[in-house]
């Protein structure tokens, strides 16, 4: 069956930073960090820049407050947590300027991000680990309904179950040199499939891969793990990789989001923020969430 289990195990393979962002000490790093951008001149300024959305994936601040959980018979929401906080790091303007939204204002722009066609203007918070925490509920709902509409009523999930979850060491050292390079020279968040036996699945976002003498190390975030940037080892040689969930082979999808982000930056700079109507907001609430598992 399909899985996004919660965390269950730390891992030995998976070195977890000590990043708290309850902690002041860690928000005191974290500010010394690439935050959000909080107007429109920002976002686009750095935009430009080639590492921005990887130095925003390895703030805590920038990271949602609550971990994997809940979705299908409890299996949590792993893929959708993982697909929504990138939206937020390639989407969202943080505006404390503002007063904060309504919770029905707060739907509607949740469903929005999720819905990853527009750069989305949040008022009253400074950045995503400030609003998750206060609409944690309506995050959580929205990510149940996607993993309900994508992986329980269309069965994309079985993508997942068709990837190898084993390759022979020749052929898994070819696989990830291509995801190394892929990862590097993009220097774009990508959304990973972790591949277990079965249909089993779980996923991840990587921010770069660096090279070792015995094969790579990826620095990863994890939905299992908020607040933090892990690293995930891979030893040539091997037919898998070693995990808390257990051996398992990454897949790269969803590059298609990256072409959708880009384009909605591209209006957002040249254009400004969208506005809509109440009519209008209705139909993009009953609008089904994107389901393209490239």
Not at 160 to 171: C, K, M, S, V, Y
Not at 174 to 199: A, C, E, F
Not at 222 to 239: A, H, I, K
Request: glycine share 6%; aromatic share 10%.
């Amino acid at each position: 069956m399909f899985s996004c289990l919660p965390r269950l195990l730390m891992s030995t393979v998976l070195l977890i930073s000590l990043w708290n962002p309850t902690d002041a000490r860690a928000q005191g790093f974290a500010q010394t960090r690439t935050t959000a951008p909080t107007s429109r001149q920002e976002y686009c300024r750095r935009a430009a820049q080639p590492d921005h959305w990887t130095s925003l994936a390895q703030n805590p601040l920038n990271h949602l407050s609550f971990a994997n959980q809940g979705g299908l018979f409890n299996g949590g929401v792993c893929w959708w947590h993982s697909l929504f906080q990138r939206a937020v790091w390639y989407l969202a303007v943080f505006r404390p300027d503002l007063p904060k939204p309504t919770p029905t204002e707060a739907k509607f722009l949740i469903h929005q991000l999720a819905r990853g066609k527009d750069v989305i203007e949040i008022p009253g918070f400074s950045n995503l680990h400030e609003f998750s925490r206060a609409h944690r509920g309506l995050i959580q709902e929205k990510l149940e309904q996607w993993q309900v509409s994508d992986g329980g009523l269309k069965f994309r999930w079985v993508n997942g179950a068709f990837a190898a979850g084993e390759l022979p060491p020749d052929e898994l050292k070819t696989h990830m040199d291509k995801i190394q390079r892929i990862v590097n020279d993009s220097q774009h968040v990508q959304w990973v499939m972790w591949q277990l036996p079965g249909v089993t699945a779980h996923s991840s976002l990587h921010l770069s891969v660096h090279s070792l003498p015995t094969g790579s190390l990826a620095d990863i975030v994890d939905s299992n793990f908020p607040g933090r940037v892990e690293f995930l080892e891979y030893t040539q040689g091997t037919r898998q990789i070693r995990t808390y969930f257990g051996p398992m082979v990454p897949h790269l999808a969803r590059q298609k989001d990256l072409e959708r982000f880009s384009k909605a930056r591209s209006r957002y700079c040249s254009q400004g923020p969208k506005a809509w109507n109440d009519q209008e907001q209705q139909l993009i609430l009953n609008e089904p969430l994107n389901n393209d598992w490239d």
